[in-house]
Structures are given as structure tokens and as C-alpha cells.
Antibody, heavy 116, light 108 residues
Framework: QVQLQESGPGLVKPSETLSLTCSVS????????WSWIRQPPGKTLEWIGY???????NYNPSLKSRLTMSVDTSKNQFSLKLTSVTAADTALYYC??????????WGQGTLVTVSS | EIVLTQSPGTLSLSPGERATLSCRAS???????LAWYYQKPGQAPRLLIH???SRATGIPDRFSGSASGTDFTLTISRLEPEDFAVYFC?????????FGQGTKVESK
């Protein structure tokens, strides 16, 4: 059974870089695509982007200029870096496996707050 | 970008009743590339339906999905206590993938 676990700082200062890592267990990262999705408190979900095991990516245009995703197959992990963050980037961040465009399963999520 | 509009915003029903949730895609959505998720407070969303009408693994058959043009419907035939949650639709027909704003199904 595939399980995902997000890790990273829960507090990031404005203008700095948000960095998160997702550890995948129960499946090889090399056979799927992997996405990040975020959910501001009390709001709906926003797809951030996906990455494949070979490093191919597809980013949401709304975040593309600030976003970098990477994958480490040796650690079965993938990562997210979002630069120049503002309060609008405060959200619960989920890592998920992408299955032909739908998302299953999801990590438990990690709350990232942007504040000085 | 495809915008998904869900209705109603909130649905107040009793256990055992039938729930009908709607999701409209604008502009249209190709190949019924639409999924449904439910989310309970403090939990991550969980996939219910993909391809507009295919239940995900482990999802009971009281959940069903259908499509008609740009309109998609999630039906819960008989509400169980654990079904009271927020439901989201999501399209993957055109990048960027997008979500609806959600429908809350609450106990009356």
C-alpha cells in the first residue's frame, strides 16, 4: 500500500523559499507521476504541479515562475521549492500520487505558514 | 483554464437520504476526465470517482458518478453517518488541473 509523507518547515518568512519533501513508501517512485496540491485554510484545492521519475514536469502557470520540483529516485522522494513566498502561499500542502490525472493516495498534509 | 462550479454549496440531509451533487465545467471537458473526492475535517481528501463514473478501489457502491455534456453528478444513494463531509470535483482534461469549490454535505 502506497504511503506518502510530507516534511519541511512549518513557518517561512515572506520573500524566502518554501521547501518541502515527500517520502514515498510501498511503491517505487519510478512508476508513477507525483503531484503537489495545496489548500489555503477554509478554501478549495489548488494543483501546484507534477513531476515524473525522469524529471519531466508540468507546472501550474500561476506558480510556474516561482516553482521548481525535483525527484530523487535513490531516496524514493520528490521535492518542491517555491520562491519569493507571501502570505498568499500559506496553506496545507499535500503530496499525492497522480494516476492518469486523478490523485490517489494523498499524504496527510503539512501546514506551511508564511509570516515574519 | 477550466473552471468547475459545484452546486449546491451546502446540502442538509438526514442519514438514509439520497444526495445529489453537481459539478459544471466551463468550457467543456474532454473524455469525461473528471474525479470526485471527499474530505472530512482534519483529513486529506480521498478519491471516490475517476473518469466521471468509475469508483476508486474500496469505495462502496452507494457512490456513483455520471456525466451529461458539461454537467457531472455525484450521487450517494443512501447517506451513511460517515458520508457527511465536503466533496470536491476535479478535472484533468486540460492542464492546469483544477478543482471545484466544494459542496458540504451536512447532517440535518
Amino acid at each position: 500500500q502506497v504511503q506518502l509523507q510530507e516534511s519541511g518547515p512549518g513557518l517561512v518568512k515572506p520573500s524566502e523559499t518554501l521547501s518541502l519533501t515527500c517520502s514515498v513508501s510501498g511503491d517505487s517512485i519510478s512508476i508513477s507521476y507525483w503531484s503537489w496540491i495545496r489548500q489555503p485554510p477554509g478554501k478549495t484545492l489548488e494543483w501546484i504541479g507534477y513531476i515524473g521519475y525522469s524529471g519531466d514536469t508540468n507546472y501550474n502557470p500561476s506558480l510556474k515562475s516561482r516553482l521548481t520540483m525535483s525527484v530523487d529516485t535513490s531516496k524514493n522522494q520528490f521535492s518542491l521549492k517555491l520562491t519569493s513566498v507571501t502570505a498568499a502561499d500559506t496553506a496545507l500542502y499535500y503530496c499525492v500520487r497522480e494516476v492518469w490525472g486523478s490523485f490517489d493516495p494523498w499524504g496527510q498534509g503539512t501546514l506551511v505558514t508564511v509570516s515574519s | 483554464e477550466i473552471v468547475l462550479t459545484q452546486s449546491p454549496g451546502t446540502l442538509s440531509l438526514s442519514p438514509g437520504e439520497r444526495a445529489t451533487l453537481s459539478c459544471r465545467a466551463s468550457p467543456g471537458l474532454s473524455n469525461n476526465y473528471l474525479a470526485w473526492y471527499y474530505q472530512k475535517p482534519g483529513q486529506a481528501p480521498r478519491l471516490l470517482i475517476h473518469g466521471a463514473s468509475s469508483r476508486a478501489t474500496g469505495i462502496p457502491d452507494r457512490f456513483s458518478g455520471s456525466a451529461s455534456g458539461t454537467d457531472f453528478t455525484l450521487t450517494i444513494s443512501r447517506l451513511e453517518p460517515e458520508d457527511f463531509a465536503v466533496y470536491f470535483c476535479q478535472q484533468y482534461g486540460s492542464s492546469p488541473w483544477t478543482f471545484g469549490q466544494g459542496t458540504k454535505v451536512e447532517s440535518k
